[in-house]
């Protein structure tokens, strides 16, 4: 099994930043043999990717609208990734959440909400206008 705990959310004004943290831990976990992402989902909306990392940290993937103010990046030495959101906008209030999934896996079809096996419990980013 493999547990996720994010850190970091919290309220911003707009233009301001945030950096989210995703601890994973697990009897059997090792971090190369995972890739990861983020996902945030808005009041009354569903569930979205927001950027995605592969095992090695090689491969970073991003919902288009978002690759200019949000950077994925990952420690594998300690078990974190992590998410900066620069240059927030209100629309970006959302609860966000990491997820894991096992196996190598190239290219943003593998970042699709029904991929992933293992999910946080979420942190609350609330950007004020």
């Known amino acids: 099994q493999v547990q996720l705990v994010e850190s970091g959310g919290g309220l911003v004004r707009t233009g301001g930043s945030l950096k989210l943290s995703c601890a994973a831990s697990?009897?059997?976990?090792?971090?190369?043999?995972?890739?990861m992402g983020w996902f945030r989902q808005a009041l009354g909306k569903e569930r979205e990717f927001v950027a995605g990392?592969?095992?090695?940290?090689?491969?970073?993937y991003y919902q288009d609208s978002l690759k200019d103010r949000f950077t994925i990046s990952r420690d594998n030495a300690k078990n974190m990734m992590y998410l900066q959101l620069d240059r927030q906008k209100p629309e970006d209030t959302a609860v966000y959440y990491c997820?894991?999934?096992?196996?190598?896996?190239?290219?943003?079809?593998?970042?699709?909400?029904?991929?992933?096996?293992?999910w946080g419990q979420g942190t609350q980013v609330t950007v004020a206008s």
């Open positions: 997820a894991a999934d096992e196996g190598d896996c190239s290219g943003y079809g593998c970042y699709a909400v029904r991929k992933f096996d293992y």
């Open positions: 697990g009897r059997s976990f090792t971090a190369n043999r995972y890739h």
């Open positions: 990392i592969s095992r090695t940290g090689s491969s970073t």
